[in-house]
């Protein structure tokens, strides 16, 4: 009896000193972890970021946001509280922030979203108060957010996110950004590389309501990044920019950054006065013996199919909808998993006719077909994937919905489908039958203007980006 209880007893001691050390090392974690937020006036300004005009002229208006807030809320128009950034790892998302705030003059605080993911109970929604409060002392200021998410991933079904903790975070978050005041002249900006994951909540209005694309460099934004990190790291002027700008398709300005560093290493170990387009080209191949050998020729042979997929694309457009604006056509891959895309916009609202919708199904199967006549029937590739689902359910609807096909004019085929019971292969052949047809007609039409075609991939091949102004003298 007497040995158990002694046991007892240094048991429950055991165990109540175990949770008061517990208590302290979780203080001593929160203290510690405060101090990884921090401010800097950064000193960065646009100026340090190359290409992405786009997105620099968007955020020139959050600078004036941030500098004169009086200006704004005298017309009470509604200051934005939060920009997302989004693309692909390593194209300057950060670096964008941190020029926004030294262009606007004001503190940088910085977090990043992983730091949530493993910390105690309450920490993280903690972390937040804190890091706004201090943003709120120093009065106006840039707040980012790195990795947002890894706290704002969308919510399973409705409901279930995984952990609470994430929940909580976030939740502090979204109360901090609608508790400061529109006039406040605080941003608080995020990155993120996975758009598509993120919780709706975060992209309502008064939240992250503008959200700015931060792309892969083009070739002409390659030439400025690359003119940008020559000029602050010493090379010869004799360097010929076009050749590395074509070799680095496909790199993000990180890689870029990196590229010309590993050469100024060249340079330093071979004991040069200056980097030499020799010591890039060496390094290029190290960077690349690092990931993929193949990579330079994979990456221009993938540019010059995609080149002609999307001028097949664009030239289609053109031709059969004249009046449809083409205001983009690009071989850089986008963030949401395109390699290239057309971005055309039709004239106001125009009605969706027979026409129009065959029109449609023509100009997706188009870079398809020009894979198909300038590399052969061998030689097609997986990029015309997404098109044929887009096609696939146009056409179906064609048919079965819109009662547009002669065969079955006027009938919904799926109710009478379940109205007879009956299996709907007669719609299967109709699809089959309508997106054959119109194949033929645009393999005809791209036959009929191969040189056109080819002008416009020739273009995307040369400068990647084309806009509607250079289509249109080619069409
Ligand atoms: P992200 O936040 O999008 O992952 P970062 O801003 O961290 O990318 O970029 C990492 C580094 O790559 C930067 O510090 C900079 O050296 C270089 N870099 C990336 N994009 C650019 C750019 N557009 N102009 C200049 N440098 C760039
Ligand atoms: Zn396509």
């Known amino acids: 009896m007497e040995t158990y209880q002694v046991l007892a007893v240094i048991g429950v001691l055991i165990f109540i000193a175990f949770i008061f050390r517990n208590k302290k090392s979780t203080q001593k974690e929160i203290n510690n972890l405060n101090e990884i937020e921090y401010a800097s006036s950064s000193g960065m300004k646009f100026d340090d970021v190359a290409g992405n005009y786009e997105a620099k002229e968007k955020l020139q208006e959050i600078v004036d946001f941030i500098k004169y807030p009086e200006k704004y809320s005298r017309f009470n128009a509604r200051m934005p509280k939060g920009v997302l950034l989004y693309g692909a790892p ?49 009065g106006k200021s840039v707040v980012f957010i790195d990795e947002i998410d890894a706290i704002g991933k969308k919510r399973m079904n409705g409901n279930m996110r995984g952990s609470d903790e994430g929940d909580r975070t976030l939740n502090a978050l979204l109360t901090e950004m609608s508790g400061f005041a529109d006039d406040s002249g605080t941003v608080v900006v995020a990155a993120t590389n996975r758009i598509d994951t993120l919780d709706s909540a975060l992209l309502r209005p008064g939240r992250f309501d503008r959200q700015i694309e931060i792309m892969l460099p083009d070739r002409n934004a390659r030439k400025d990044i690359l003119e940008l990190y020559l000029c602050k790291k010493k090379a010869k002027s004799a360097i010929d920019l076009d050749d590395i700008a074509d070799m680095t398709v496909y790199f993000s300005g990180a890689m870029i950054e990196n590229l010309i560093n590993e050469a100024a290493l060249r340079a330093i170990r071979e004991d ?22 193949k990579n330079r020729v994979e990456n221009s042979r993938q540019k010059t199919v995609t080149s002609y997929h ?17 205001v983009r056509v690009s071989v850089i891959p ?20 027979k026409q129009r919708i065959k029109n449609q199904l023509a100009v997706l199967m188009a870079g398809r077909v020009a894979e198909e006549i300038f590399f052969g029937r061998d030689n097609i590739t997986i990029g015309a994937q997404n098109d044929i689902e887009k096609a696939t359910s146009l056409a179906v609807d064609y048919i079965a919905k819109y009662g547009m096909d002669d065969d079955s004019a006027f009938v919904n085929m799926g109710v009478l489908a379940e109205k007879l019971n009956i299996s709907l292969v007669s719609v299967e052949r109709s699809v089959k039958k309508l997106a054959a047809e119109i194949y033929d007609e645009v393999v005809d039409i791209i036959e009929n203007n191969k040189g056109k075609v080819e002008k416009i991939a020739n273009l995307l091949i040369e400068k990647e980006v084309i806009n509607e102004e250079e289509l249109n003298e080619i069409v």
Do not use: C, W
Request: no cysteine; aromatic share 8%.
């Open 90 to 138: 390593g194209t300057g998302k950060t670096l964008m922030a941190k020029a926004l705030a030294g262009e606007a003059g004001v503190p940088f605080y910085a977090v990043s979203g992983s730091d949530f993911v493993q910390v105690y109970a309450g920490l993280g929604a903690g972390r937040i108060r804190n890091l706004f409060k201090k943003a709120r002392k120093s």
């Open 272 to 293: 040069s006065d200056e980097i030499s387009e020799e010591h890039i080209k060496k390094a290029y191949l190290e960077v690349l013996a690092g990931t993929e050998k």
């Open 310 to 326: 999307e001028a097949g694309h664009a030239f289609v457009s053109k031709h059969l909808m004249p009046d449809n604006k083409v």
């Open 334 to 353: 986008t963030s949401k998993g395109a390699g290239g895309y057309t971005l055309s916009t039709p004239i106001g609202d125009e009605v969706i006719t």
